[in-house]
């Protein structure tokens, strides 16, 4: 049952102030509150990366961009206190009923708790470990036990009856990108006929990247043993890093590999993950975007963080890791010269390209219903 204070919200707020895939990760629970709260609105307050998965999100009315202070790793932005002050008066203005402030399991809710306390939220919903005081009308706490960041986000809003059946991730492709990135994959000349692979080397966080030579060697492997066609994704900021890994191919290899870095926008980059047979990334938001979009994803999964947790959701996927002493670091940056990650072989992700590929091609209605044999490709 839905509590009765928040049955008769109109206005709701949800806060995720981190990056693309928690925002990912974050809107079956969203959901649960379009689906039980079907005459409110909602509005996301995101950081800026965050915010564009907000904008392809049907349940969302509008969104609010805010680098919050506490959620900057970097440690970037300078000092500014009447930046803070602004989005107070932001979040006032927007009169809402409710707010639900949405963190991993290592992130305090309390600065953005204060700031909805200050902007005259009266309902104000989140997890806290640490004591809320007046800041939260309702402090949850979750169950004792490992939970997938999707699960956790679930389990806060069903602390006031809010629920759904619907526990996929949701994100909507424009057809204009999809027009878009047909386009572009003409211009490019990827034949219809292989099996195209989107391969995102790039991550926020250094310590959850694969490294890019290995990134290289398994590019030559999917072309030579799969005849796969990869195209290589990333940022404006990431384009050096993609140019570097298609220099290190063979000319063989780099014939059937394409630069498609900074490419775009958000919603194109969406449309080519989901044109694509299978995706090859980090722990990153690219991940999060294959399981939105129903793309199998092999996940190349550095242990700062568990897999159990933040892995693919509901997606046909791989994820490959190697286990070590200091699993679950948490580091940024990694100073055991990526272990976790350096285990995974080339051969490895191929041939976990290859299974999924088996995997989904075989079930009625697959992706293409190829009839390329893969039994032994990639091992």
Do not use: K
């Amino acid at each position: 049952m839905i509590d009765p204070r928040w049955a008769a919200a109109r206005r709701v707020l949800a806060v995720r102030l981190d990056n693309l895939g928690d925002v990912l990760v974050t809107t079956p629970a969203i959901h649960a509150i379009r689906e039980s709260l079907p005459q409110a609105t909602i509005t996301l307050l995101a950081s800026p990366v965050g915010a564009q998965a907000g904008r392809l999100n049907p349940d969302i009315e509008a969104v609010i961009e805010y680098e919050a202070p506490w959620m900057d790793p970097w440690c970037r932005l300078p000092q500014d206190s009447a930046r803070e002050l602004r989005m107070v008066e932001t979040v006032r203005a927007g009169r809402f009923d409710a707010a639900v402030i949405f963190t991993s399991f290592r992130q305090s809710p309390l600065p953005a708790a204060y700031l909805c306390y200050l902007a005259d939220v009266p309902l104000r919903l989140a997890a806290s470990i640490d004591g809320p005081g007046s800041l939260l009308t309702t402090r949850h706490r979750h169950p004792e036990r490992m939970m997938h960041e999707v699960e956790r986000g679930l389990d806060l809003v069903g602390a006031v009856g809010l629920t759904t059946r619907q526990r996929h991730l949701v994100l909507a492709v424009p057809d204009a990108a999809r027009a878009a990135t047909r386009g572009a994959l003409r211009a490019a000349a990827v034949p219809d006929d292989h099996w195209l692979v989107v391969l995102h080397p790039g991550c926020s966080m250094p310590a959850r990247t694969y490294p890019a030579p290995l990134y290289a060697a398994a590019i030559e492997l999917l072309v030579a043993r799969l005849g796969a066609t990869v195209v290589l994704t990333g940022t404006a900021a990431e384009r050096e890093l993609v140019a570097a890994i298609r220099a290190q191919l063979t000319p063989a290899a780099r014939a059937h590999t394409h630069d498609f870095a900074g490419a775009g926008d958000f919603a194109r980059f969406c449309a080519l993950v989901e044109a694509a047979d299978v995706v090859v990334t980090n722990n990153t938001g690219p991940m999060h975007v294959a399981a939105a979009v129903q793309t199998p994803v092999v996940a190349l999964f550095a242990l700062t963080n568990p897999p159990e947790q933040w892995g693919p959701w509901l997606v046909p996927h791989r994820q490959l890791y190697q286990e070590v002493p200091c699993r679950l670091c948490y580091a940024r940056i990694c100073p055991h010269d990526h272990a976790c990650l350096r285990g995974v072989t080339p051969t490895m992700v191929a041939a976990a390209v290859a299974d999924l590929l088996a995997e989904v091609d075989a079930r009625p209605g697959g992706r293409r219903q190829r009839t390329r044999v893969l039994a032994e490709a990639g091992r």
